[in-house]
Structure formats: C-alpha cells, structure tokens
C-alpha cells in the first residue's frame, strides 16, 4: 500500500510541487511543530499552524455556515496578510490554511501566494473558480494544495450548498486542477445527508482514481445561525468514521487528514491544545474559525508573536475547555464559551452580533471524544507522524479534570429522564464508570 502510495505521488503529480511540499510540508512543517514544543517548554506560545479566513464573501450558500457570506464584502487585504504571514514566518511557521468564505473570491489571493514562495498553503474551496488559467498559475507558484469541498450527490450537494448544479461545477474545478497536476485533496463535512455515499471505499476508490492525493473527512459542526442540527452525527456515526479514516489510512493509497485524534485515538481539539488558531476576514484572532469571538486583532499594533503569547482570553479558552473535555467545546460545552466571552469582554467577530444567543441555542452533544471508544491508528506510518507531530503536547495531562466532564448523552439521557431521548442518538454509554476516562497510552 505505502509502495503505491509512493508511486502514484510519485508518477500523478508535477515532481516540482512535490519536491516543495515535501521540503515546506515535511521538512519545515516539522521544524515548526519542533520550534513550537520548545516555546511550550519556555513557557511562551505561537501557534505552528495558523488559518486564515482571508474574505467573508461566497458564490454558495451553505448548510450551517457560520460565515456572513451575505454581508458586505470585506477582506484581509494583501498587506496584512503579507505582514500577518512575515511575522508567522518568524516563529518558524511554514504552513497556512486559507479559508473564506471562498478564497478564490479575494481579488489578490494570487498575490498572497506569490509573496510568500517560502511558505505552503492549503486551500479550503469549493473548487467553482479554478478555471484553467488559475490551476495553470497554481502549478507555476508550486505552493499552493486546493482541498475542494465536495458534500455528496448531486441531490444531496444542491440542499447542503443552497443552489442547483453545485456538484458539476466542483467536479470541474477538481478535474482541472488535477489535469494540471497540482497536489489536489478533497474534503466532506461528514453529515447525516452524505455519510452513506461519501464515507465509504466505493468514494474513496473514485478519488484515488481520478487522481486526489488526500481525503479530509470532517465531521458536521451544528453552529452558527442556522446549526440545522438535525444533520450532526449520532455517537455511533461519529465512531464510524473515526473507524472508516483508520481503516483506508492503513489500506488505500492515498492519504486521510484527521485533526481530531492523537497516534492512539485519544481524541483532542487542535485550538485547546494551541495547535492553530484563526485568523477572521475583519483580521480577528479566534480559537478557531467556528468560535467567533476575540478580544485581538492582527490590526492591533502589537507584533504578533507579543499578542499570542500575552492574549488572556486565548490562554484561558485553551486551559478552560482542556481541563472540561477533549472533544470540540462548541458542541459539547458552549457554555463556557459564553462565560468565556463574559470574562474576557470578547466581542462578536461577526456582523449579524448574535454568537452568544447562537451558543445559547447549542444542544450540547458528543463531538470526536468518545471516551472508552477510542480506535487507534492501524498505519504504522500515522502512528509515528502522529506520535512525534501532532499529538496534545501534554496539554490534557496537565489540565484534564475527569470530575469537570460532562457527557452531553449521558446528560441528556438523564434530562430526558426516558434512556432513549438522547438527540445525538445512541452510543452513548450510561453504565461506564463517570471517573477514570480511559485514555489510551502512546
Ligand atoms: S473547538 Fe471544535 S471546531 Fe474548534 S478546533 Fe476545537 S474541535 Fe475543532
């Protein structure tokens, strides 16, 4: 499997842009995961990977977006973002995620590009603006992989995305940027609408056969100010497609991103554990793109790396949902959010003003921790990457309060007061014991 994993990046994508993904991606990806544990151990904090939202605008409208898509347009012009990325570029960052909205709508994302040849971007879009000239200059800047959102058949893509014809135009934006030959991967909000045609080998073959080099499965976050929570996962949905990513990690050619689980399956939130943060299009700086709240700015006059390392509301979100949960506090506990927002006075980074209410709202359930249910990864390959490059840096054991944890189906079983009224539908696990969470060790 690995001996065709290797020949297919080998012989379907452009040698040059392989040769620059593995020397920003791998070579110096690693370093600044390197230069990152050793600030933790000094005590100070810049986190390795940062994603920015570089315009609130898009062409689609999607399911439980939390973007004001339909407002005015506004943007990280070119300068700041140069400027954001130099100072990132200091820490010894060489790894940006550009999201929007969609990107390919800010007029100088080219330019973006093209000023920072040093470094390497991952690009979450939904494939309708790569035409050939932009695949052509995507090819000629070499550090650019688009990651194109697809989110089921047609049926399915027109309800999730807002409007017909969605899923022809992405295919045709994958297409071209894989007769291009870029480094090309595909990601899914895993849903309740698209479980059963995407997460499956049937999917995953077509990709490897068109030519996609990686797969990013997501699961449904119900936020914003239509959650439509009726999509989210159950915990049994959930656990299948933890299971799905371990299993064609171990047997496909072609590689699965997952931000959520450490080498033995322990679950962990990449903002909790300062792994990333986010960067919003009115230049915010959030936990991470879903949580739209800040009490900083890149607009700031502050350097950066002072800003990281002095935020308190940052500091403390990271401290207070570790010590709570090792899943996604947004679904499990957005209270503290709120009462995060409170503490720190952060304000609503968005232009509708209604995130608190939306937190209110929030049925708390079950995200990708699933205590006593952890899959660990089968790929000796992930085990090791995973092991060394991304694991939870030792934030939960040093926070982790097994006494704080609350499991919303346990919870909401209880308030139900029926055992079977839970709405993230089973899987839930009533008689483990509420103490001792196992947590499977490295
Ligand atoms: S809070 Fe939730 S959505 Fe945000 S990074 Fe953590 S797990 Fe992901």
Redesign the pocket.
Known sequence: MYLRLARRFLVETDKRLLLKAAWMLGVRGLLSVHKHKRRLKRGEFFPPFLYLSVINSCNLRCQGCWVDVDSKQHRIELDAANETIRQAKEMGNSFFGILGGEPFMHKDLMKIFAANPDVYFQVFTNGHFITDDVAKELRRLGNVTPLISVEGSEIVSDTRRGRGGVLSQTMQGLETALKHKLLVGVCTSVCKSNIDDLVRDAWVDRLIEMGVMYCWFHIY?P?GPEPNPQLALSSDEQRRVRQFVVDTRATKPIVVVD??HDDAGNA?????TGF?HHVGPWGDIE?????QLATESIHDDVPLAETFNKSEFLTDFREL?AQHTR?????ERPDLLVQLAEKHGARDTTVRGGVIEELENITPRR??FQPGDEIPERSFVYRWAKKYAFNDFGTYSRHFDVAKYEDPDTDSLKKSGSGSGSESGGGNDASKPSNGLPVISR
């Not at 936990?287 to 949580?291: A, D, F, G, K």
């Not at 899943?327 to 679904?331: A, D, E, H, L, Q």
């Open positions: 976050r936020v931000a959520y962990l939130c990449p903002a909790a990333t936990p991470c793109p879903v949580i949902t899943g996604c506090v947004i679904m995200s990708q």
